[in-house]
């Protein structure tokens, strides 16, 4: 077990981080894919991924100009149903 941390954490700070960790990784001559697990962490990844083609469409759009994204699961399990509520754009 981990220990509880005793600082408090700069939210700020980890918004930036988490979106820096999502930018490094969309460099790619492939179009790019998210696997939606139903889960936040990927439905951030795949809204940072829209943001970022919308914000900046010069630098991301020639790359991927549509965000793919893929789910696995056991039909009516609850991921399947937590991906299908994240648009596709």
Known sequence: MGTVP??????????EAFIASVKRRLMSDVPWGVLLSGGLDSSLVASICTRLRSQEPEKYAEFSPKLHTFSIG????PDLAAA??????
């Open 6 to 15: 005793d600082r408090s954490c700069d939210l700020a700070l980890l918004r």
């Open 84 to 89: 299908e509520v994240i648009p596709a754009r």
């Open 74 to 77: 056991i039909e009516g399990s």
